[in-house]
């Protein structure tokens, strides 16, 4: 096993670092928002559709987020440490392929200027790291991305 650590580029995200943390801190919330999205068709062009038909069921906690994968069980992710407004920590629940941490580091750069770093660490054997390392690098920018791309003043704004 070695170490495997991956580090997205610095975004910029165009909400007060309140109303991103108050989201990112909450997998509740993060439930709500993924199921409006669904319901509003607004998964295209985000490969949603090849990952929702894989996924059976989901499940969202203040703290977790509970996934059963065709064929693999459930998983879960689990925040581990949360430290407001500038850290979310991430981790799996034991029951994933491998161990990993995922951290969200964000910081204020002004009122409507938050800038997000997302660092994913995982304990990987040579195959895996082989496999998957180009995979997690790809999708931990797509999450990056995305993440950025919310309007997380609106959701605030509208008591989300």
């Not at 910029?12 to 670092?17: A, C, D, T, W």
């Not at 879960?76 to 392929?97: H, M």
């Not at 995982?122 to 895996?128: A, D, H, K, T, Y």
């Amino acid at each position: 096993m070695s170490t495997t650590k991956i580090t997205s580029e610095i975004l910029k995200i165009e909400s007060p670092i309140r109303d991103v943390y108050a989201l990112l801190s909450d997998f509740s919330r993060i439930g709500r928002l993924v199921e409006m999205t669904k319901q509003m068709g607004m998964t295209n062009g985000l490969e949603m559709d090849k990952i929702s038909e894989k996924i059976e069921s989901t499940r969202f906690t203040e703290d977790a987020c509970y996934i059963t994968l065709k064929g693999m069980g459930e998983l879960a992710v689990k925040i581990v440490e949360k430290e407001e407004p500038k850290l979310i920590k991430l981790g799996g629940d034991g029951a994933t392929p491998f161990e990993f941490n995922l951290w969200i580091q964000l910081l204020e750069n002004g009122p409507y200027d938050t800038r997000m770093k997302i660092t994913f660490q995982g304990e990987l054997n040579m195959v895996m790291k082989m496999m998957l390392k180009g995979k997690l690098e790809k999708g931990i920018n797509q999450l990056g991305e995305g993440l950025a791309k919310i309007p997380y003043s609106l959701l605030s704004n509208s008591g989300f």
